[in-house]
């Protein structure tokens, strides 16, 4: 790079800001939003698995994973509900993937 060019470089990042309060109030309240969105799902998916008689391997794998994921969205949702009204970051890593493997068991056992 030329000295221009890291300048221009330089003058870009200096621009870069962190998000406000609001912007991230506003994040939280989308994956408040996107979780609630995936239990309702879970929910109806493992509904008729909670009446069967018996369960293959596939429908048992997915009762599990959906008996793990939506407790973790619930808490989830919690964790999120007290930053925004306590206006703190958590220190956590966020991994939406629990929930998504839940679904696509229950998905893969419906067909």
Do not use: C, K
């Amino acid at each position: 790079m030329d000295t221009d060019s890291q300048s221009d470089y330089q003058r870009l990042l200096d621009q870069v800001v962190e998000p406000g309060p609001a912007q991230v109030r506003e994040w939280l309240q989308q994956a408040n939003l996107t979780s609630s969105a995936l239990i309702a799902g879970g929910v109806l998916v493992v509904q008729p698995f909670l009446t069967a008689p018996s369960l293959d391997l596939s429908a048992v794998i997915s009762v599990v994973s959906f008996s793990v994921a939506i407790p973790l969205l619930a808490g989830l949702i919690l964790v999120n509900r007290e930053e925004i009204l306590g206006g703190r970051r958590a220190s956590r890593n966020r991994n939406p993937l629990g929930g998504l493997h839940a679904a696509g068991t229950g998905r893969w056992n419906l067909t």
